[in-house]
DNA sequence: CAGTGAGCGAGCTTCCGCTTGACTT
């Protein structure tokens, strides 16, 4: 029996607890809430003062047994679970679950895993916040109302096993939007002029630099008129401006700012980011990965100043406190940050190891210096012309933290941006080896990453660190966005170019739009969308969590009940639920007329039919039935072309025959394909379905024939035991030995696998 | 898994926030 019983939330939290605390403690986990309101049911009784009706999840049966048996036996419970609005509800919710006596139970709170952090907490007991509980209690509340009520709606109206949420229908509203918005924009084209400069110095010695023009230009003959002018121009130096400047730090990471740095640094997904954070957590190299807190404790702090020092030299250091500035922020715990600061490298997977480099250098990066730098701006005056040239130069005086690391952003670099410039001076008078005038576009806003979607919910102070990564995944299961490739295309420009006094015109072309992983709405997210904030306008505003995180400080502040905050919701929105399931259904979205087909003078349509978008080609009621195909990846019933619509109906087609077998080109789920015989084979990425000829059909199919036959070699075999065997499985390699299969441990590479390191293995496996 | 494009109408779907788990061929 042990004296003392602590209550964590984390396991692996629990684990340097108990070493910090000693003989006379036990540190349990409750693995986060042991209790929710039912799965199924609504689970409030709304007619009562909407009392909530709580269960155990299922789960967590298990653990609260454990935990109910050791509180039985314990003097003392302390409920360490977090310093916030749920973990207060935690530690409520335990207490009653565990029957505990308020006698034998104390509340503890650290924002910080340190031993003096945690001696502090249990010096300063305190009791269970109400007021706290009660904010989380309505937090919940207002949650499953407006979900379990929305959603249910969308069932009827729209299409069954639809979903909406106050976090997730915000999430779509803003792809929405910024989808409508490129969809609308029109790219606006103009002209920049640069200029490619020599300069020769007192010793002779030449340099270059280059210089924009200080105008831009909305056409061709503007430009070409400076060209003309520049013929027979003069440039003199006017003036040299030399501005010194400073560059800080970035704060340490929350687990908003990691996905994103992940995400544009080391090409991670959001979840991905947090699995292997949470291996880091779990092995102890990282503090917890899911907070909003860019707080570190003051012992971190010392440790990452000793290591500064140390590596780079006392200059380098300069320690800071930084403050949260993120809305609703709750800060139960520290940033993310290495537990140990002199631990530069870790021994683990690579992913891991990319990981934990970020987080060190960012949280060593946040207590260096600031970077001094002095930006030089050179102002060139033309003879002949109003216009300047302008050059721009950086140089670093003073590196400080840029050392170390600097923060990615999601713009693409600018051409022709910030270099070092030779030395210049008033009354130079450089050489222009050549002027460029190019034709450059305006820019639509950018489609979300996910990481830039987390940063804009972040912001709006909409979801939880731990609900940024499933919010996402919600999403996307839903089919109401898709994150997708998007190849891009030519777009041709005009370059005109003056050299050794002559002018050159070209058509050039260049390569745009490509896209990697971004997010865009699905017709039916579209249609959900419109639809939601059409009869449900208060939930999907994008103030909507911030006005009811409000009113739950205030309750969370004593100053108001919870139960009156509900009421007043809930009447107002109820009766936005009746309206809107009085109101017609939305269920076959209006089909839309995109013109005539040339060939039958039939009308074509599109609209969501029964397994998503189709296109269509004649009436229902014609006396021929009406042709239909499947709008593809990427298309959308709001932007696609009358032209796009009629492709769609060219395929699936037969090419020829081979092996007196047809071999037809269409395009499925997983992209472009050939079939034949029965069987598939994808098209190269190169091949164009409209075009492509029997001849390259049938190479792919030898080509996949082959491929198959290798796949299915074993990668290794061994003459001394040939019942082993290392195989390629659909889920990569495995070993194969007496009709079981034995996974192959990280860090092995399948190919060079030694009989005795295959028996180890499958030693190792049978514990 | 590479198509489908309706009127017999069962029973089901769903929220947000805490936490980690189990592992195929």
């Given amino acids: 029996m042990q004296e003392n019983l602590v209550i964590v939330e984390s396991p692996a939290k629990a684990k340097t607890i108990e070493k910090f605390l000693g003989k006379g403690y036990v540190v349990k986990s409750s693995f986060g809430h042991i209790r929710d309101l039912s799965k199924k049911e609504l689970g409030i009784d709304i007619q009562n003062d909407f009392t909530p009706h709580y269960e155990i999840s299922p789960d967590k049966k298990k653990t609260v047994a454990e935990l109910e048996k050791l509180a039985k036996e314990a003097g003392t419970v302390w409920l360490a679970s977090d ?53 989380q ?170 290591e500064i020092v140390k590596l780079f030299g006392e200059k380098y250091s ?42 060190w250098k960012r949280t060593i990066a946040s207590q260096m210096a600031a970077a001094q730098t002095e930006r030089t701006v050179v102002d060139i005056e033309i003879s002949n012309a109003e216009e300047r040239f302008v050059a721009t130069g950086e140089t670093v005086l003073f590196d400080g933290f ?43 806003p950018p489609r979300y990453s ?114 009156d905050m509900i009421r007043k919701f809930y009447e107002k929105f109820h009766s936005t639920v009746d309206r809107a399931l009085e109101s017609q259904p939305v269920r076959s979205s209006q089909p839309h007329l995109l013109g005539t087909d040339p060939k039958s003078g039939k009308p074509v349509y599109v609209k969501i039919g029964r397994f998503g978008p189709v296109a269509q080609i004649g009436d229902a009621d014609d006396a021929e039935k009406p042709r239909f195909a499947s709008l593809r990846k990427g298309q959308l019933i709001a932007s696609i072309t009358l032209e796009e619509a009629l492709d769609l109906f060219t395929l699936p087609r037969t090419v020829g025959e081979f092996e007196e077998k047809e071999v037809v080109i269409g395009i499925g789920r997983f992209g472009p394909y050939v079939r034949h015989d029965g069987k598939f084979v994808s098209l190269g990425k190169t091949d164009d379905p409209y075009t492509i000829e029997l001849d390259r059909a049938v190479s792919l199919i030898r080509d996949k024939r082959e491929k198959d036959a290798k796949a299915k070699e074993p990668i290794r075999t061994y003459p001394e035991d040939d019942g082993l065997q290392v195989l390629n499985g659909r889920y990569g390699p495995y070993i194969a030995w007496q009709g079981k299969n034995y996974r192959i441990p990280k860090g092995y590479v399948p190919a060079e696998l030694t009989l005795e390191q295959c028996r180890e293995i499958i030693a190792k496996s049978k514990k």
């Fill in 402 to 444: 840029l050392k170390l690391y600097s923060e990615s952003t999601e713009d693409e670099a600018q051409e022709g941006e910030e270099a070092l410039l030779p030395p210049l001076k008033q009354g130079d008078r450089p050489e222009a080896k050549s002027v460029t005038a190019l034709q450059r576009f305006t820019q639509s």
């Fill in 450 to 563: 996910e990481a830039s979607l987390v940063k804009r919910l972040e912001e709006l102070g909409i979801g939880r660190p731990s609900t940024y990564a499933p919010t996402i995944s919600t999403i996307i299961t839903r089919g109401y966005v898709v994150k997708e490739n998007r190849e891009g295309g030519k777009r041709g420009y005009v370059q005109l170019k003056l050299e050794k006094g002559e002018i050159v015109r070209k058509e050039l072309s260049e390569h745009v739009g490509k896209e990697k992983n971004k997010l865009s709405p699905t017709d039916i997210g579209m249609l959900v969308t419109d639809y939601l904030d059409q009869q449900f306008t208060d939930v999907m505003d994008y103030n909507f969590t911030a006005m009811v995180e409000k009113e739950f400080d205030e309750i969370a502040e004593g100053d108001k009940s919870w139960v």
């Fill in 318 to 359: 300069e320690v800071r406190n930084y403050k949260t500035k993120t809305k609703g922020a709750q800060e139960a715990h520290e940033a993310i940050r290495p537990s140990y600061m002199d631990k530069t490298v870790i021994d683990a997977a690579p992913a891991e190891k990319r990981l934990y480099d970020l987080i």
């Fill in 137 to 306: 209690q309505a937090r919940r509340i207002l949650d499953r109302l407006v979900g379990f009520e929305l959603s249910p709606v969308l069932w009827k109206k729209i299409k069954p096993s639809l979903s909406a949420g106050r976090v997730q229908s915000v999430a779509v509203r803003l792809i929405v939007e910024r989808e409508r918005e490129i969809m609308d924009f029109k790219a606006a084209a103009y002209y920049r002029v640069l200029a490619d400069f020599t300069v020769t110095d007192a010793d002779g010695k030449k340099s270059a630099f280059r210089a924009e023009l200080s105008k831009r230009y909305a056409t061709e003959q503007e430009a070409l008129a400076l060209l003309e002018k520049c013929k027979t121009a003069v440039f003199t130096v006017r003036n040299v401006e030399r501005k010194p400047s400073k560059k800080s730090p970035a704060a340490p990471f929350t687990t908003s700012t990691l996905q994103q740095e992940a995400g544009r640094k080391l090409g991670m997904s959001v979840s991905q980011t947090m699995s292997v954070a949470q291996r880091l957590y779990e092995a102890g190299y990282i503090t917890y990965m899911r907070t909003d807190s860019v707080n570190l404790s003051g012992q971190a702090i010392a440790a990452a100043k000793a």
């Fill in 83 to 135: 310093e916030d609005r749920e973990g207060e509800a935690i530690a409520w919710h335990l207490s009653q679950v565990l029957g505990l006596k308020d006698d034998k139970t104390k509340r503890i709170v650290f924002h910080e895993i340190t031993k003096n952090a945690i001696l502090h907490a249990i010096e300063n007991p305190r009791t269970i916040d109400l007021n706290l509980v009660n904010a």
